[in-house]
């Protein structure tokens, strides 16, 4: 079993930047690929960002790509996702989450795991 705490949101400023983390607990973290979705009121999840086991392979959504990185630190148990030149469309709920296999995956049906969600509020 492994649990899942994002932290880091907030309120920013339209162009202003925000680094999410996401701590792992309970169990493996490094065997497993990491994701990044997020959800705003009266919406679907979306998929944000996807990295593997071990940070080889990355993909972004069309919507964030340019912006967001992703990242992990296998050592610390630890994923980020870096945002940069954010818009108030960015606002949402956001959640990372966790696969039961190493490779990247776009939906949200590909994780097991998930977090809390850390609210990100992006002012016009």
């Known amino acids: 079993q492994v649990q899942l705490v994002e932290s880091g949101g907030g309120l920013v400023q339209t162009g202003g930047s925000l680094r999410l983390s996401c701590a792992a607990s309970?169990?493996?973290?490094?065997?497993?690929?990491m994701g990044w979705f997020r959800q705003a009121p009266g919406k679907e999840r979306e998929f944000v960002s996807t990295i593997d086991w071990n940070g080889r392979s990355l993909v972004y959504a069309d919507s964030v790509k340019g912006r967001f990185t992703i990242s992990r630190d296998n050592a610390k148990k630890m994923g980020y996702l870096q945002m940069n030149s954010l818009k108030p469309e960015d606002t949402a709920v956001y959640y990372c989450?966790?696969?039961?296999?190493?490779?990247?995956?776009?939906?949200?049906?590909?994780?097991?795991?998930w977090g809390q969600g850390t609210q990100v509020t992006v002012s016009s």
């Open positions: 989450a966790l696969r039961l296999v190493p490779f990247i995956a776009s939906t949200p049906n590909d994780y097991y795991y």
């Open positions: 309970g169990g493996t973290f490094s065997t497993y690929a």
